[in-house]
């Protein structure tokens, strides 16, 4: 029932703007796209923004439930604003970039939640440490410079430790909270 719902709403929006019925490909389009952290340290609120991720999806919008998604995110190349924050942050008691210089997402199953809300089931690896995910996320269509892009929008909260993420000092949440959340603002652009 479900499925019959979200192909009769979709249709027309499909019709109107020439969305292939089909499964493609989609890359993460840079210009546009942004995957920031948040965190807090003591009571201060932190920003940082995971910079050169590198997204391929493969996504049917009218079958969504198989979904073909990964991400690759190079450590080092985090923006903060702080050059000291981010010495910390790439240190072998925290992201330890030199062993683990990326981090990455992979999903092969979604579920349709809402007519563009999608949830994601797969895979978060940081610091060689695996575990399942379950990404929420929105899904939006529209076009730029005559082009389809697809707009997929997120948040979800990670337990740091979980994936090594605080080492020694860094192990104690007192300071810095176990919680850090990821906020997802990409574009992504048929290939």
Excluded at 29 to 51: A, C, L, M, N, W
Aim: net charge negative.
């Amino acid at each position: 029932m479900q499925k019959l719902f979200y192909r009769a709403a979709l249709a027309p929006l499909l019709l109107l703007i020439g969305l292939p019925a089909q499964a493609a490909t989609w890359v993460l389009d840079p210009t546009d796209s942004h995957v920031i952290f948040r965190y807090t340290f003591g009571s201060d609120p932190y920003e940082g923004e995971f910079k050169n991720v590198e997204a391929i999806f493969e996504i049917d919008p009218l079958s969504p439930g198989t979904c073909n998604f990964s991400v690759t995110i190079p450590i080092g190349d985090i923006s903060i604003e702080s050059p000291e924050v981010l010495d910390y942050l790439l240190d072998f008691e925290l992201f330890d970039v030199d062993q683990f210089p990326t981090a990455s997402f992979k999903a092969e199953k979604c579920s349709l939640q809402s007519l563009n809300s999608f949830v994601s089931e797969g895979t978060l690896t940081i610091r060689d440490q695996t575990h399942p995910l379950s990404f929420p996320f929105k899904l939006d269509v529209g076009t730029s410079g005559g082009k389809l892009r697809f707009h997929l929008t997120s948040e979800v909260t990670i337990q740091r430790l979980e994936y090594g993420v605080g080492q020694g000092y860094w192990a104690n949440t007192a300071e810095v909270p176990n919680e850090v959340v990821i906020g997802i603002d990409v574009y992504a652009v048929s290939k």
